[in-house]
């Protein structure tokens, strides 16, 4: 009985030295869009975008356009957006979905922002 008690306890331990070191790891891994968030996720939100996003002719929806406002006002992560893997398997085309912010006539987007190959318009 001591034996199994002994056991749960160390199993107990082990565990929340794994989960505290995966805390640790996201607390201090913020990334370009915040600590409470991934590009990944954020992309998600571009949804109402995935036409005008692979089609630069493609008229681009008011819902896009309120979202890549929201997301553009960190410019950093609107561009980690556009460059995800969520973005990628979409079919977003980054160098088309740079032009988004244009498009929507965005007064205050990062014009000349440097985004991967690719730069803000």
């Given at each position: 009985m001591e034996a199994m008690t002994k056991s749960y306890s160390i199993c107990s331990l082990m565990f929340l030295v794994i989960l505290g070191?995966?805390?640790l790891?996201?607390?201090?891994g913020a990334g370009e869009c915040g600590r409470s968030t991934t590009?990944?996720?954020e992309a998600l939100k571009l949804a109402p975008c995935?036409?005008?996003a692979q089609d630069e002719t493609a008229s681009v929806s008011e819902p896009c356009c309120a979202q890549v406002k929201?997301?553009?006002?960190?410019p950093a992560c609107l561009c980690a957006v556009m460059?995800?893997?969520t973005a990628k398997i979409s079919g977003a085309r980054p160098e088309v979905a740079v032009t988004i912010p244009k498009r929507c006539n965005?007064?205050?987007?990062?014009?000349?922002?440097?985004?991967?190959?690719?730069?803000?318009?």
């Amino acid at each position: 009985m001591e034996a199994m008690t002994k056991s749960y306890s160390i199993c107990s331990l082990m565990f929340l030295v794994i989960l505290g070191i995966s805390e640790l790891a996201k607390v201090d891994g913020a990334g370009e869009c915040g600590r409470s968030t991934t590009p990944d996720r954020e992309a998600l939100k571009l949804a109402p975008c995935s036409s005008a996003a692979q089609d630069e002719t493609a008229s681009v929806s008011e819902p896009c356009c309120a979202q890549v406002k929201k997301i553009g006002q960190n410019p950093a992560c609107l561009c980690a957006v556009m460059l995800s893997n969520t973005a990628k398997i979409s079919g977003a085309r980054p160098e088309v979905a740079v032009t988004i912010p244009k498009r929507c006539n965005i007064s205050d987007r990062p014009v000349g922002y440097k985004c991967g190959a690719y730069t803000v318009p």
